[in-house]
């Protein structure tokens, strides 16, 4: 069995998978800390926006769902606190209710993530990794992976939080490195047609929504070699983009009239009409070279009518991110099947900002196109919906819930998001009304037929 396989199936020595699984939680456990301690109690108790909820709440929710899946269904574990399991239930109180809730104070919601923690980390000491037998929860570390990427999630919603609330800057991280010059490469790529493997079987941790691998048939098309940058919105703001209902999908058109839109969420221009953005309580010049955040789908869409091109695909997307030419195979990451570096992929909000257009050519596809994985998600024009024989697991309300046409995918991940919950199959949905998220995009085209019909 070659490296790769071993790595999928998660054949590895099962005091490896142990230490993974401790690293990706107490990763995440860092992260958490960090978000949640940045702050006064005020403002982890305060709900910053109506679409979010306060910080508090989601530490706790971080700690019940960990205890409900670690300790009562991986270590058959007594509950701890049962009578909060339904506060923090994320489906029976939208966000807009929460802070009338009787939430855990910060302290407790502290003693208790951390008692949750400590016994969690027990189950994990004693817990089977086989690969062939045993329960599926452990297989592999699954439930274990599984809780690191909920509460990297849940890291990433209190970032959004973090950048919705209002005051000085409570957060801080260096700049990613500078490129030498304005990137100077291809526009765009060409994706071959043809089958390729669309998901996966494999990979231990991936959710039920990546899952199973399937062929997919994709006509060739070529693709933008970077995310849209923040200077290439600005023309289509500059040539009435926002004031020219033709760019404009009806719901779209709706949008921007109702709210009055004019550009991306947190721009505004200043007395002299130069475009700022406030980022993380920073006001700062809108930087030309950055790709473009905090944009819904309806803005990526009417960007791409105006460019004369269009969103692509979740498909193409994944084809350009996982195909290699060379072999015909998909990989996990573009750059190979390697897991993601510092010098391959801006994540694990390392830099509280996307890296320059056309950074991180070490994890370019081979096909040529880059910043596919961390910078910014990236709106596809796809519908969530489940693959050929998809199967819930292991509850329904992660991903069959939100199966339809209300939400559209998203891909690639952030500068917000670890690598534990980053790869080449991992889906994203919102409602294509989002802005608050760190969502860009990149544009697609047809590629021309020739003649011979090739």
Known sequence: MTSRENQENGAMDPEALRRRAVDALETARRRTTLLTSCVEEPE??????????????????????????????????????????????????????????????????RGYAAEVRGRALDVLAGASFDVEGGARLTRSGFAFGMIAQHEQQHDETMLITHQLRTGGAALTAPDPDPLTGPFSGPAEVLVPGGPFTMGTSAEPWALDNERPAHTRLVPPFHIDTTPVTNGSYLEFIADGGYRTPDWWSPAGWDMVRDHGLEAPLFWRRDAGGQWLRRRFGVTEV????????????????????WAGRRLPTEEEWEKAARFDPATGRSTRYPWGDADPTPERANLGQRHLRPAPAGSYPLGESPLGVRQLIGDVWEWTSSDFLPYPGFAAYPYREYSEVFFGSDHKVLRGGSFAVDQVVCRGTFRNWDYPVRRQIFSGFRTARDAQARKDGS
Do not use: C, K
């Open 286 to 305: 809108v930087p030309p070279d950055e790709p473009v955040l905090h944009v819904s789908w309806y803005e990526a869409d009417a960007y791409a009518r």
């Open 44 to 109: 982890l108790t305060a709900q910053h926006s109506p679409l979010m909820s306060p910080l508090v709440w989601d530490l706790a929710h971080i700690g019940n769902q960990e205890e409900q899946w670690l300790l009562r269904a991986v270590g058959g574990r007594e509950a701890i606190r049962p009578e909060i399991d339904p506060l923090y239930d994320a489906f029976e109180h939208p966000r807009s209710e929460r802070p009338s809730l009787p939430l855990l104070a910060p302290r407790e919601a």
